[in-house]
């Protein structure tokens, strides 16, 4: 079983960053394109981004020029880069690899003044 394990959330004014991480136990990460997905409270869980393992990169509008995912392959670490957050990006983000691997924990983020 694939542990995948999402940190740095936390709460954060309208306006801030956070920067959010996930380790994955599988070695064959630097392999694989590698997802963030967040759910609001009281939605359906939705796509935020993906990275390729070539580092190709693909945003949902909503997050797209503020958000940025990138991948340390030595690591087997996925990060999530957030700016200028709203606060409708409060949520609990997951990262994900390929169905297979199940889902994390998740990590609560919170935008509030």
């Known amino acids: 079983q694939v542990q995948l394990v999402e940190s740095g959330g936390g709460l954060v004014q309208p306006g801030g960053s956070l920067r959010l991480s996930c380790a994955a136990s599988?070695?064959?990460?630097?392999?694989?394109?590698m997802f963030w997905y967040r759910q609001a409270p009281g939605k359906q869980r939705e796509w935020v981004a993906f990275i390729t393992p070539s580092s190709n990169t693909n945003y949902q509008s909503d997050v797209k020029g503020r958000f940025a995912i990138s991948r340390d392959n030595a690591k087997n670490t996925l990060y999530l880069q957030m700016n200028s957050l709203k606060s409708e990006d409060t949520a609990v983000y997951y990262c994900?690899?390929?169905?297979?691997w199940g889902w994390g924990q998740g990590t609560q983020v919170t935008v509030s003044s």
């Open positions: 994900r690899g390929p169905e297979t």
């Open positions: 599988k070695s064959d990460f630097s392999r694989v394109t």
